[in-house]
């Protein structure tokens, strides 16, 4: 079922759409697992397969097994694995650089996709047939798995290989928000102009990027999508596995959007604790308004966290509501509370915001309506090119 002009080359293999909400885990059937869908696509092939420790598939029993190794049991000719940021085994410490090397159990090669080789080199590419993509999102945009995704499509359309992502639930798609990114501030962690929080499974985000001519060629990439089953956005889904080392479960999943915008100022999201993303704070907030402390050390996924062994004063997030929408009042109030507002953001805030404006706004003491008011516009304008990708009520 084509689901693009022809000439786009993306192609959706059959789904069955669901009518309600109230599905559980146990009803969704992720791309990996539909194996009548893409296995035959993968016969006789030499195959690269871009995984990492969240490539998994559940049985009825709660079990899980690696795609890599159901692959290699079905006799698929895996010639090497690309692994994205934190590793294929998902244990390396964020913007930790990650060197080539063998997987243990398979003796695979594994070609890291981290650090200054973020793109499949063309020798790296030499003996592929077909490049099969399985990571697991979590919807917002400075997650740099759909920079990794952007770069697997730029690769494989450079060598016309065809690349078939298996699509997985987005934890975080059953909202659209935040500041759409000015390109003038592209980075790995944000490619293209969508905002912060964009509501589309990965498979559908692959699409978008196809189908908007994203790609720095002037082809675009060979794209089939293996969809999920019984799925629609609205769902709360709960990952079997931590997608990265510092997003532990499901509420710092939902509350990471939000919390993100503190890795650009001088404040720690709770890395090298066990609390990462659901709490935050600084040796330098004021105790009479702040009165949560933890002192970050080093931990797996943070070596040398921020304010290692420094008591941080600030807030316990860890049952606060489940939220369907970006909130800012966290960061604003702890700019307003900062005692030195020159050193409060740091060069890398304007990067994740994807502009130099919401920085401005924050600085003036706009109100945090007023800046949600400013970003309506562009995040209708995305809401419609968003419309024409998807796959899932």
């Known amino acids: 079922m084509n689901i693009e002009a022809p000439e786009r080359k993306s192609v959706l ?36 397969v871009v995984a990492n420790q969240g490539s998994v598939l559940v049985n009825s029993k709660g079990d899980l097994t690696h795609l890599i190794d159901t692959l290699i049991k079905l006799k698929i000719n895996i010639i090497k694995v690309f692994s994205p940021e934190h590793g ?20 695979l090669p594994i070609v890291s996709l981290y650090g200054k080789n973020k793109k499949p080199t063309e020798r790296q590419l030499e003996e592929i047939d077909v490049l099969l993509f399985d990571l ?28 078939i992502v298996l699509d997985r639930p987005n934890p975080n798609a059953h909202y659209i928000d935040g500041t759409v990114l000015n390109v003038k501030y592209k980075s790995f962690v944000g490619m293209h102009p969508v905002p912060v929080v964009y509501g589309m499974t990965i498979g559908e985000y692959a699409l978008m990027i196809n189908g908007e001519n994203w790609l720095e060629t002037n082809k675009t990439c060979q794209l089939i999508v293996v969809p ?21 479960n499901a509420k710092a999943i ?67 509501e489940y939220l369907d929408h970006l909130n800012l009042k966290w960061l604003t109030e702890a700019y307003k509370n900062y005692p030195k507002k020159e050193l409060f953001f740091n060069d890398f805030f304007n990067k994740l915001a994807g502009n130099e404006i919401l920085k401005d706004q924050i600085i003036k003491g706009v109100p945090v309506k007023e800046i949600r008011k400013s970003w309506q516009k562009d995040l209708d304008a995305f809401k419609i090119i968003r419309s024409k990708y998807l796959l899932y009520p």
């Open 136 to 163: 697991q999102d979590v919807g917002v945009r400075f997650y740099t798995y759909i920079s990794t995704l952007h770069y697997i499509m730029q690769a494989a359309s450079e060598k016309d290989i065809p690349v």
């Open 88 to 107: 294929f085994r998902g244990i390396a410490d964020a913007g930790e650089i990650i060197n080539d090397e063998r997987d243990a159990k398979t003796d």
């Open 13 to 48: 293999v059959d789904s069955i759409l669901p009518n309600t909400t109230e599905i559980t885990n146990k009803q969704i059937v992720v791309g990996a697992a539909d194996f009548q869908k893409y296995i035959h696509l993968l016969k006789d092939k030499r195959v690269g």
């Open 254 to 320: 939902n509350l990471y959007p939000s919390l993100c915008f503190f890795e650009g100022a001088n404040i720690s999201c709770g890395r090298g604790t066990d609390l990462q993303f659901q709490i935050f704070g600084s040796p330098e907030l004021p105790p009479l308004k702040y009165q949560f402390t933890f002192t970050p050390k080093p931990n797996a996924g943070a070596k040398n966290p921020v304010f290692q062994d420094k008591m941080c004063l600030g807030v316990d997030l860890t049952q606060n």
């Open 228 to 248: 999920l089953q019984h799925y629609n956005h609205k769902l709360k889904y709960e990952l079997p596995v931590k997608p990265s080392p510092n997003l532990p």
